[in-house]
């Protein structure tokens, strides 16, 4: 694989700046998933391993498809130019989310009528999570794929600056922990006022100023 050339101080700054937006979307949208979830399928234990279990898979996945791309250096897109791969994905989470959002409300009235069509055994219970799990995947798996890849993303490209690897990794988590705790405030304060559907156009809205 080819070197990968240091990133400028302005592409650096840049780059912290997405990652901690991303950081604050992806634990706001987690907030909001439990919580429609907790709609759907009733607040129960299961229902929020069920979320949790996808929220980590999509992460996960992410994470480990953008890291394989990334040891191959200048020959990809994260390699020559990570900012315009940090914009992509950032707009592809962006994007999945746009598209999944009139899906929720459709999926509380399926899951109600679900719920009382299935019969009350062992197999309807197994069917039935297996159905809660196919569901979340679907509505969940498209955000968290995008945002799963863009820390292993701007933490390589950190390592490409001048200054000491360990420094700018750190500063990496740093900026990208902040954002998520920011995420998760702002998100419960929000939730009462402006909805659920007013919580997941915010964190939207937030995706798509990242992306640009």
Same mark, same amino acid.
């Given at each position: 694989a080819e070197p990968e050339l240091p990133l400028s101080r302005r592409a650096s700054v840049l780059a912290l700046v997405a990652i901690a937006l991303?950081?604050?979307?992806? /634990?706001?949208?987690?907030?909001a998933w439990i919580r429609i979830l907790a709609l759907m399928l009733g607040s129960t234990?299961?229902?929020f391993a069920v979320m949790l279990s996808v929220f980590i898979l999509g992460i996960a996945l992410g994470s480990a498809w953008i890291s394989r791309a990334g040891r191959r250096g200048r020959g990809t897109l994260a390699g020559r130019d990570p900012l315009l791969a940090l914009a992509l994905l950032l707009s592809s989470a962006a994007i999945a989310l746009a598209l999944? /959002?009139? /899906?929720y409300e459709r999926? @509380?009235?399926l899951f109600a009528r679900l719920s009382s069509a299935l019969p009350r055994t062992g197999g309807g219970y197994a069917l039935y999570q297996l159905i809660t799990f196919g569901a979340c995947l679907a509505l969940m798996i498209g955000p968290t794929l995008a945002l799963g890849a863009t820390f292993p993303l701007v933490a390589r490209a950190a390592m +490409?600056? +001048?200054?000491?690897m360990g420094e700018r990794v750190g500063l990496t988590y740093a900026v990208n922990t902040i954002g998520t705790i920011?995420?998760? @405030?702002c998100a419960a304060a929000l939730m009462p006022r402006t909805g659920l559907h007013g919580l997941f156009v915010t964190e939207l809205f937030v995706l798509t100023v990242a992306a640009c």
């Open positions: 991303s950081g604050f979307a992806g /634990l706001g949208l987690e907030v234990a299961q229902a999944t /959002l009139p /899906l999926a @509380i009235h +490409r600056t +001048r200054a000491s920011a995420g998760a @405030i």
